[in-house]
Structures are given as C-alpha cells and as structure tokens.
C-alpha cells in the first residue's frame, strides 16, 4: 500500500507520519511506501517502509498531475495555508486551499484505469461561524467567516461530489483546534491556546490576547492523527452521502486551561501567563465555536481526549519527557 | 443604474427582464441599461431603457472579464447548466456552475477604483440533501446529493466570502423549483411536476413518473422574479455574514397539484396526466427537500404564493389569458 501525505512538513503530517512509521498498515494492509509532500523539504521519517520526500507547490500548474501520477492508495491531504495567511492574502488562500483541492480532484479522475484512492481531508471547524447554538450539532450549517473556513467548506462540497460519483472515495473531518502545538507560534490566530501551555511549561512567558472566559473546543496532536488513521481505515460506506463530519474533542476555557497548567507546572508557571489583550485576536475568536455534540464522528469509532488534562499530559509525555 | 443579466434568455431571467421592463427602478433608482447575457442569443425585451443582447459561454477564458468590464451596478446571476445535465457531464457541469461563479468574482475584483457591484444569485433548494427533518429550518446544513446542488452551494461560500471581504455585495437566494413554468419540458428531474399542470391546461397529455403522494416544495415565476427584484434592492446588511437564505414557497404533494387542477380545468384535463412509473426519476425525487420553514427570508421582506391554487392562476393569467 501506497501512502501519500500533502502537507506532510507541517506538525499534524509529520505526527501522522511517525504514527504510520510505528504501526506500518492502515485497514490491516501493510503500508509499502510513504511519499512526504509540501510546499518546503518535509523531514523524513524512519520506517519500515520506503520514504521520498518530495518539495512543491500544491497550486502550481502540473503539481496535481505529478502528485496523482504517484498512483497512491491513500491520500492524506493536510496541505493548506493557515488561517490567518489566508484571510490577509486572498488570492494565496484561494489558490492553494480552493484550487488546490480541485485541481488535485481533476488530477486524480484524469488518471483513469479505475484508479480510485482513498482521501482524507483534513477540514475544520472554521466551516461553522457565529452565531451558534451553545452545543453545535452534526447537522448544523456551515457558514464560514473566514476564507479560510469558505476553502475548507468547498473542498468538502468537492470531495463529497466527487466521492458520490464514485470517482475517489473521499473523507473530510473537521479537526478541533490542535493543542498543545509542539514547536513555535505560527500565524494561525489560535496559536496563543497551544502558547499559554506551551511556553510556560519550557520555562517561557506567554502572551494571552484573549479573556480567561473564552471557551474552544481542542484535541491532541496524538488525537488528529488517530482520527486520521481511523479516517484512513474505516469503512466509508457508513457515512452514507454525508462525507463531512466534526471530529470529537474537548470543550474547555482559557481559565480552565491555566487551571490545568498550574496543577502540572504550579503558580510560577502561570505567572509567566501575560495578560496582553489584543482587539483583532478578540474579534476573530469570538467568532469561533465553543463546543459540540459530535455523536456521528463518535459512534463511527473516532476518539479523542476526555478532558483537557490529557491533553497537556500528552504534550509533557511525547515532547518534554521524550 | 446599469444591470446585468447572466442567464437573460432563460425563463426566470426572461420574467425578470419583462418585469424590469414594467417597473425600470431598483431601490428607487431608474434603470438606464439592461443587458441580457445567454449562452443562446436571449430575446430583447420593450422596456424604457436601453438593452443590449450578448451572447456567450461564462467558463470560456475572457468571457467573465468581459462582462465584469460592463461595469454593472446590479448584477443578476442566474446562469447554470440545469440539474441533469450537470449530473450527466460532470465536467461541463463543474466549467460552468462553479468555475463560471469564481471566474466571474475574480473578474469583477479585478476592475478595482472602488467598484463593487450588487450580485443577486440564483441558488437552488438542490444544497440539501436527504435524510431532511420534515420542515427544513433556516440552520439546517447543505449536504448536496447532486453535483448541480454542489455547485450551486460552492457559489454561495464564494459569494459570500467575497462579500465579507467587501468586494462586492452579494446574496444567494435558494429558489424553490418554479411552477408552473411555460414553455415545454427540459433536462431537469422536476420538470414534470410543471408538465403535470401545463400540458393538461394546453389539452395536451402529460407523463407523471412519481406517485401522488410525493411532496414537493413550489413558487410561481413571478415570485422568482420578486424574489429577485427584492434581493437586488433591499440592504444586505440585515443579512450580516449570512448571505444564503431559502426562499419561501408552497409545500404540497403531487395529489394535491392534481386537485387544483381539476378546479381549474375539470375532470378531462386530470386524465390528461399519464402515469408512467420512472425509477431514476423517483431516485433523484425521493433525496429532494418537501418543506421549509423560512423565517428569515419572511422577516425580510420576500413573499411567496399562499397555496398551489395561487401559482396556478398565474400561469394562467400570465401564459393563457394574455
């Protein structure tokens, strides 16, 4: 089995990556080959398997033909320009996170010979926008308020049309906000909610741009990439026509995490918490959902932590402790 | 007022045009030019204003920078390959449905010195899909189960998202499937439930392929064309970021059109319509939407028919008695 990973240098793709590289199969097929895609030289990973790497842009003429040409089994795709990039640059977002998914589609059908890989998209929950309901359930409608969120929304559409027509056979699954990110702040206007945990914990200050009662709904990075996994191997038939689901997560608040960081790292880790609070973060934020009933995603077997304990548990057991 | 009509061959856009012609004001401002845009030469209308008939296909390179180049201050989408041919060419359904929108809101970003036009589009009931609750409500998610609903629900988020971003200001108006239409039957799977009530009225047999019990979900063209007129005039930013809305209608069953029209045209023209069972027919028909609650497009201001008897006498008052 085939294994192509889009996106594969950014965190979630080199966590999945490992993942694959410990437990070599997905749906009890040993995996033969993993391919790395992204738009700078992914890191490799150690494996049982064959690894290449491979540099390129997603948006690029003749990059989805290139990347359909692989012939993989199963197609991982995480590519995408984050939030905050996307909403300032139009056309980038637009061109990678729309385009890019559709070319890949037309890509993929223009290959022919039967030729029909498994896709997982990694989507978001940035596909739901304010005003919600305080418990966002499975059917409720998706009306992004970002660019980024409308990217997301249409390769959904496009990745269920195309799955429908029997030309791929297609999952999106809308990831919680992943926390605690391993490494630095990137754009993404949700970085502080990994950061406040994160730095503290190395001995860091962080900045919180945000009131301690702004609740968010997360998973680990160990979750998104089970959830990936289990996307990867499950039945899809299950999902009937509705191809797009939110994954399962834990819904907390900016105090209740700091209440987490004091329990692991004590008051003098909390200290380092500044208080600088930032309009444009606010206005963002407040428009992001709170919480959800995922009962889909759950009785289809995805899993994620139970509380937000966990979660920083995880981050000190693979990052600090490994 | 300059205004744009893509589609203005079209039934819905031609009403629309001979009720512009009737009334040449938007928001109060008198309408100097109309164009009408089709991919088959759309017939002229008598109107106060000067009208100018073009001719072209919107997914061919160059069209939409042509069109954006008119500099339309009201510009009315209503172009689109109907439901079945979408579903049959996957491609050319794609070309024009969703490519055709984004071309088009690139072009018109692209004229810049501040222009930013009003686009009124006609959206479809078709972003639903079964399994529905029995009255769809406004919050209720787009889960497409043809390629042309999935088409048209990508044309709302970018619409919608270009708006937000403030380059043009932009509405989604999902139509109810219009009855009763003139004219003859075409390519889309509920044609017949206008032929059901057209072809009897005109002495002439008509094919029913669903069972009586099959409910439905109805308005006149003249509503369209209100519908339409209304979206084109009203301040959008009562619709704040969600600027897709279902538009109201007549819910009934297939029973329920035959009892009208035996009111209308008695028992004679009731037995015009021949039952012919058709399995691909009822496949499509049985994933479609039967009911809606509307609260939001009500509470704005647009009106659809009371009952079915309703749309019926304006077919007749408007195709028969003129």
Request: one cysteine or more; a negative charge; charged letters at 25%.
């Amino acid at each position: 089995m085939r294994v192509l990973i889009l996106g594969g240098g950014g965190m979630v793709g080199q966590k999945l990556a490992h993942r694959l590289a410990q437990t070599p199969e997905l749906s009890g097929q040993p995996i033969s080959e993993l391919f790395l895609h992204d738009i700078v030289p992914p890191k490799d990973v150690d494996g049982s398997f064959a690894t290449t790497c491979l540099t390129g842009d997603l948006s690029k003429s003749g990059e989805a033909e290139r990347l359909a040409g692989l012939k993989a089994d199963v197609i991982f795709h995480l590519a995408a320009i984050v939030s905050g990039e996307a909403e300032k640059d139009l056309e980038k977002g637009w061109q990678t996170n729309g385009r890019g998914t559709w070319q890949l589609l037309e890509a993929l059908t223009g290959i022919g010979d039967g030729y029909k890989p498994r896709m997982v998209f990694s989507s978001s929950i940035a596909v739901f926008g304010a005003p919600f309901p305080e418990v966002i359930p499975d059917d409720f409608f998706s009306t992004p308020m970002t660019s980024y969120g409308a990217q997301k929304a249409i390769s959904e559409l496009l990745i269920t049309d195309y799955s429908r027509k029997g030309l791929i056979d297609g999952i999106s699954i809308r990831l919680p906000t992943i926390c605690v990110r391993p490494g630095k702040p990137n754009l993404a206007a949700s970085s502080f909610f990994s950061g406040i945990i994160r730095e503290p914990l190395n001995g860091q200050e962080a900045i919180l741009p945000v009131p301690d009662t702004v609740r968010h709904w997360f998973a680990s990075p160990r979750s998104a990439a089970g959830f990936l996994v289990h996307a990867a191997s499950m039945d899809l038939s299950l999902l009937e026509e509705r191809r797009a689901l939110s994954m399962p997560g834990v819904s907390c608040t900016v105090a209740e995490q700091t209440e987490v960081l004091r329990e692991f790292a004590g008051e003098d880790a909390v200290r380092l918490i500044r208080r600088e609070p930032n309009e444009d973060i606010m206005a963002i934020v407040k428009n992001w959902p709170r919480n959800f009933d995922t009962k889909r995603a759950t009785s289809l077997g995805f899993k994620a932590e139970s509380d937000f304990r966990e979660i920083v548990k995880i981050y000190i057991d693979e990052e600090l402790n490994k």
